[in-house]
């Protein structure tokens, strides 16, 4: 002979719970109580079967299984021991769990608008940050668009330096005619330059552009995502919540 020791002795219970509705439904069963009566005229060494309860109480076998299945389940009713029979069944001796029951107050239930207030502080952080990033992608711009009229300065200065040094090594009655030669010269490999300084301000506008569109691109997918960890947040709480 075997047995199984329960080790809890108490029963705390919630009214919001599942296990309090069925718990109730066991006891108001008319089968059940007439079980929990008998069990509790048995003394600690009554070997008590589900064959003896039915013989004694006049019950049919299968309502005695059934109820005393329910009343375990609600922990009302423990295996204590049990022995094989002839066929080599294994046959349970019940006895009362001898536990009180304890009815906890049900917690109130968290609303929709609190969760929300308790996830503001995370939004507005969210918000924070793309803003952010998007006034440092505003902020980079200037620094590309500058970078057209910095080519046109560095592709003029030597223009003029080379000019200056022509004229200072000529001489005073060569001075005009060699000028106006200089100023012709240097006036056409500016106009030679011209394509290239165009095509620095064209490539310096479009590497601006695309650093533009790149950076509001990170702040949508920025706020994108911390919607989307929100409504996660949300689902796995809800999910929680009916476990």
Do not use: C
């Not at 600690?44 to 589900?50: F, K, L, M, P, Q």
């Not at 003896?52 to 922990?75: E, F, M, R, W």
């Not at 049900?106 to 006034?135: E, F």
């Amino acid at each position: 002979m075997a047995k199984k020791q329960s080790k809890q002795t108490f029963l705390l219970v919630s009214l919001s719970e599942e296990k309090t509705k069925k718990l109730a439904n066991v006891i108001t069963s008319a089968s059940a109580r007439k079980i929990l009566d008998y069990l509790a005229t048995k003394g600690e060494d009554d070997e008590v079967t589900e064959t003896q309860i039915s013989k004694d109480l006049k019950l049919p076998l299968s309502t005695v299984h059934y109820n005393l299945q329910q009343l375990q389940a609600g922990n009302l009713v423990d295996v204590d021991e049990f022995h094989y029979s002839k066929k080599g069944k294994e046959v349970n001796h019940y006895k009362l769990a001898n536990k009180y029951i304890i009815i906890a107050p049900s917690a109130p239930t968290q609303t929709i608008r609190d969760r929300l207030k308790s996830l503001l502080p995370v939004a507005l952080l969210a918000a924070g940050a793309a803003a952010l990033i998007q006034v440092f992608s505003r902020l980079s711009q200037p620094s590309f668009n500058s970078f057209s009229l910095g080519a046109a300065q560095k592709s003029a200065v030597p223009l003029a330096n080379e000019a200056i040094q022509d004229a200072s090594a000529s001489s005073a009655a060569a001075a005009q005619p060699l000028v106006e030669e200089v100023a012709a010269k240097a006036v056409a490999r500016i106009a030679d330059q011209a394509p290239i300084v165009a095509d620095y301000a064209s490539q310096a506008a479009s590497t601006a552009q695309q650093t533009s569109s790149i950076f509001s691109n990170i702040a949508l997918w920025f706020i994108i995502g911390a919607v989307f960890a929100l409504i996660a947040y949300l689902i796995i709480e809800k999910i929680r919540k009916r476990d």
